[in-house]
């Protein structure tokens, strides 16, 4: 049981990790990933960091999408 929860708890940091690198390259380039963003304030975007470390598997597709459009 110990096993699982350690393999658990280091696939939640890095799924954590991930969504804090993705979240800062949010703060500094929202609008390659979302166009919409593109007249966002900082503070928008800082206000919205918090989501974007959670949903960062649903924005990464956007990222891709846009890089090749």
Do not use: H
């Not at 804090?20 to 500094?28: A, D, I, N, R, S």
């Not at 966002?40 to 960062?56: D, E, H, N, S």
Request: proline share 4%.
């Amino acid at each position: 049981m110990e096993l699982i929860i350690n393999i658990f708890l280091i696939v939640l940091g890095l799924y954590v990790l991930i969504g804090l690198f993705f979240g800062l390259l949010f703060l500094f380039k929202a609008s390659k990933i979302d166009p919409l963003m593109a007249d966002t304030k900082k503070k928008v975007r800082f206000l919205l960091f918090p989501g974007v470390i959670a949903t960062w598997p649903f924005l990464i597709g956007k990222l891709f999408k846009s890089k090749s459009a």
